[in-house]
Structures are given as structure tokens and as C-alpha cells.
């Protein structure tokens, strides 16, 4: 009998693993969920802006000058940056380069920068 209830729960345990590996996968608890333009504007800050700000909620600009993206909000709205994302940031800083972004990515970007006031 005791044979037969090991080979049982083994079985049931094997059942759930398999369950548990069917099922989606989900972020872990704590991490950060974007939409998915978002998602689509942190791929392009990451591509474009990286190298010199920090670009997610952590961490510091690798150029010091630089100021990490999730601070702009305290700057200004980020919602003020659609224009200049869409003809080109020009700064007085003569090391940045000048980027440009079509309307989709321009939306994608400020999407990804209102995630990180939260």
C-alpha cells in the first residue's frame, strides 16, 4: 500500500510540474510590466540613447553629464519632448548627437519615459 501511495504522489507531482510548464510564463513578482508601446519605446531608447543616459529606473548614466531618463519628468512633462523626438533633439551639449524619430516611435519613446514616473 505504501508502494502504491509513493507511485501516486510521484505521479500527481509530475502531473502539476507539467501543468506549471504548460502555463504562460509571467514576470516575476516585483518586476516591471509595460505595454507594449512602451516595450517598443524602451527598445529604442536602449538602441539610441543608452550609451550615454541611463535609461531604465535604476542605475547611473554612463556619460556623468547625461541625465538618466527617469528624472526628466521632474524636469518637465516628457509629453513636451513629441516635438523635438519628431524633428530632431538639438542640444547645446556638442557630444549629443541629433536623433529623429517617425510619429509611432516618437510615441512609443514617450510612452516608455510616462512607465518610468510611476
Known sequence: ????????MSVATAVNGAALLALPSSPAIGAEVLS????????LVEANCARCHAVRKIGGSPLKIAPPFRMLH???????LQEPLAEG??????????FRFDPGQVGDVIAYLKSLEQ
Open 1 to 8: 500500500m505504501r508502494g502504491a501511495l509513493i507511485v501516486a
Open 36 to 43: 507594449p508601446a512602451a516595450q517598443r519605446g524602451l527598445v
Open 74 to 80: 521632474l524636469r518637465y512633462p516628457v509629453e513636451d
Open 89 to 98: 533633439i538639438v542640444t547645446g551639449h556638442p557630444t549629443m548627437p541629433e
